[in-house]
């Protein structure tokens, strides 16, 4: 299954691993507690929340798998060294630097950046693995 020089199926896949990541990222073993507090919020009004949520998530882990895919064909092919670079250099330059402005001019503490931005930058690190190696 490829789209031009793109393996659907490895996209698919690194979209389905990211929701996991979340999925264990944001536990109670893990950060679900200190996000929580963070955000003003309870488990029950965020299981309350719209399923919807969860469609908007895996849609735009889709788009981010196949634009990390893209960029690795761009860069030269896929491999597991570029894929990891790739997945560090996307998160520095767009996603930690940006979120970070947001953050501040929001006044959201430090912690909440740390622990949303380290689930972008291990769901980036885990597509550049599952993308770099999956040819």
Known sequence: ???GTINIL????SAIAAILVGFIWFSPPLFEKAWLEDI??????????S????????????????IVA????????PSLEMGILLAVVVWVAFVAA????????????????LIENGNHLLTLLVMG???GVWV
């Open 1 to 3: 299954m490829e789209f």
């Open 10 to 13: 490895a996209v698919v896949v």
């Open 40 to 49: 003003g919020r309870t488990r029950e009004q965020i299981e309350g929340d």
């Open 51 to 66: 399923p919807l949520k969860y469609l908007v998530a895996f849609i735009g882990s889709l788009l981010m798998a196949y």
């Open 70 to 77: 893209r960029l690795l064909d761009l860069v030269g092919g």
């Open 98 to 113: 940006t979120s970070a402005a947001n953050f501040a001019f929001a006044g959201r503490p430090v912690r909440l950046w």
């Open 129 to 131: 693995v599952i993308l």
